[in-house]
């Protein structure tokens, strides 16, 4: 008994042995030495096939449970997405609602914002307007007012309500050439009431009406003796010197001053009454005579370019118009006319030249 359990061990060690090599599970195995310590007698056939049959087993389970872990895993997989699926579309809703809900707001905030914005808008485009109509008239006014003093100081003829009439008596002479300079320089028109006193200077009188003055008749002589003699002397000496004027400029003037002007004294020496004669009849040729209501004082006055100046400027401010009598064969008067017009361009005056229709000043004849 002992001899045979010794070959049992040997013969059950040699099938662990076998069955370990052959990959059969340590389970099998102390199953198989249970089952010899237990009595049961199985043969190494069987215990081959109980081996087995227990591969067969164990692959089985493994299989069941990796298709049923499969099985779970999609189950839950697809569970999984079926939540998803059935979260997404809300969390979309969700979203889009939510983000429809924050366009409508900001929508309605812009909306809003124009609308206050467009309500705002006529009144700042009113300020502005205002502001800018404010600005563009502050502008004019200033481009006007700094039209006005580049005017005045070149001396152009300002547009003041005063007017100013020059005339220049029995000319022309060496000092008239001066005086066209000055008259140019301010682009100030004169009128001058012409002479033959010094014939060398006879063409200046064309000069003159081509700077654009006006030129118009005194008398030819100037000589009161023959002037005054009779009606009839004084109407040849005047046509005597209209056809000079006439040469010079192309045409005769209908204009004139009396020597010593209408109110003169002087012509009772040679013939009582002849200055209301002449007005008369100078009314009935169509002739327009011009007198003065500012004196230049250089008549006999004085010889003071500044009092010449101090007696014109004296003299205008006295009057709305005025026809300033003064001569241009007088050097201290030329000299003073610089200073003269300027000052009255300066203070808004304006210079103009008489004409046959326009403005005239008639003395009380006293002879």
């Not at 983000?99 to 914002?113: D, F, G, L, V, Y």
């Not at 002449?278 to 250089?298: A, H, I, M, P």
């Not at 610089?338 to 210079?351: E, Q, V």
Request: overall charge positive; proline content about 2%.
């Amino acid at each position: 008994m002992n001899r045979l359990s010794g070959k049992a061990i040997a013969v059950a060690l040699a099938l662990l042995f076998f069955l370990l090599a052959s990959g059969a599970s340590v389970a099998l195995v102390i199953h198989g030495v249970q089952s010899f310590r237990s009595g049961e007698s199985l043969t190494v056939s069987q215990e081959l096939e109980q081996a087995k049959a227990q591969r067969e087993l164990k692959k089985e389970e493994k299989a069941l449970k990796k298709t049923t872990e499969k099985s779970t895993t999609h189950k839950s997989t697809k569970k999984t997405t079926t939540k998803e699926t059935e979260t997404k579309p809300s969390a979309t809703k969700s979203t889009t609602a939510k983000k429809t809900t924050a366009t409508k707001s900001a929508t309605k905030k812009a909306t809003k914002a124009t609308t206050k914005k467009s309500s705002t808008k006529p009144s700042a485009t009113k300020k502005s307007t205002t502001k800018s109509s404010t600005a563009k008239k502050a502008t004019t006014k200033k481009a006007t007012t700094k039209r006005s003093t580049t005017k005045k100081s070149t001396g152009t003829a300002s547009s003041g309500s005063k007017v100013i009439y020059l005339t220049f008596d029995d000319g022309p002479y060496q000092y008239t050439e001066k005086l066209l300079g000055v008259l140019e320089k301010y682009d100030v028109k004169a009128t001058f009431f012409v002479t033959n006193a010094y014939p060398g200077y006879q063409e200046l009188i064309g000069k003159e009406y081509r700077a654009g003055h006006g030129v118009a008749v005194h008398t030819y002589s100037h000589d009161y003796s023959k002037v005054y003699a009779s009606d009839a002397a004084y109407w040849a000496d005047f046509e005597k010197m209209n056809d000079i004027v006439e040469k010079q400029t192309g045409q005769r003037s209908i204009m004139f001053r009396f020597p010593g002007g209408s109110s003169n004294t002087v012509s009772k020496k040679y013939s009582t009454g002849i200055m209301s004669r002449l007005v008369k009849q100078s009314r009935e040729k169509g002739l327009v005579y011009y007198d003065w209501n500012v004196t230049s004082g250089d008549a006999g006055e004085t010889t003071s370019s500044e009092q010449v100046y101090k007696n014109i400027i004296h003299g205008v401010q006295q009057q709305d118009r005025s026809i300033v009598l003064c001569h241009d064969v007088k050097s201290y008067t030329v000299n003073a006319m610089d200073k003269t017009i300027a000052w009255c361009l300066d203070h808004g005056y304006s210079f103009r030249v008489l004409t046959p229709n326009g403005y005239t000043v008639h003395h009380g004849v006293n002879n």
